[in-house]
């Protein structure tokens, strides 16, 4: 009976494992946190282009403005097997707002950092350890 | 040993069984999620009035969109999704040229948002809930009326 059996469990096993797969994407690079971090108030707009290089987004604000650094990270995880598909995606960023006075010097900054924490996972796991 | 070898051969059937509706037959079940909601505590520590750009800035972190309000107010949104959905497809060919088919869906999608509203000196005025598409057509700055056609006739 077990011979029998034995030949059945590499094909179940190669049939389950054939449908699955991960990935990752990431869109921008990762921001450079410490750099964030080191940049004065009141400096210039100019400056922090020098140094952070050009933003993902501008959006005016009458005659003041706000920059948006951004990194994001994407994961895929999927399965399936014969008729079945399960797939779960995750996706966070990294953000960083700086928003510019009517001189277009930095007046206030606030940043996000949680890209890291994307997981791979199937659709019925807890993605926050809850 | 007759009934062992009775479940194996009914495992195998429906193995087989499934093999051949793996052409025409497919289950989904997909959950996507993006960002996080902010914490209640975080939350709670603002004040309409009273808390700053800086103050929101601290406790929530850097928002995923900002625009101008009318007025020259700023708004500031913190927003996640979480979607989940469950599908099934089945496809028969019913004739040499035809072919039926059948899908389902069912899928709860939706961005929802925190949305801090500043007045001009950037002071917290609200802090609203709601799905984020809606509350940024409610509150952006409507597009100025195209301009009047001359008239052809003039």
Known sequence: ?130 | MGTERGLLSRACGLLLAALLASGCLSLRWRRSTTDRPPESERLAALVPGVSDLDACLHELGAPNEVWELPGGGTALAWAWSKSRSLGASVSIPLAEHANASFDYDRADATREAYVAFFDRSLVLRELRRGRLADLRAATSPSLPEPLLEPDAEQ
């Open chain 1, 1 to 130: 009976m077990c011979a029998m059996k034995t030949p059945w469990i590499p094909v179940l096993l190669c049939l389950l494992v054939s449908g699955c797969f991960v990935s990752r994407s990431t869109r921008n690079p990762a921001l450079a946190q410490q750099a964030i971090a080191d940049l004065p108030r009141g400096t210039d707009a100019q400056q922090v282009l020098d140094v952070l290089g050009a933003p993902s987004q501008v959006v005016q604000l009458g005659l003041r403005s706000a920059w948006l650094y951004e990194h994001v990270n994407h994961k895929r995880a999927g399965f399936t097997a014969i008729v079945v598909t399960l797939l779960n995606e995750d996706l966070r960023s990294d953000r960083v707002w700086l928003f510019f006075d009517e001189q277009g010097k930095l007046a206030h900054a606030g940043g996000s950092f949680d890209a890291d924490g994307a997981k791979w996972a199937m659709p019925w796991q807890d993605l926050d350890g809850n």
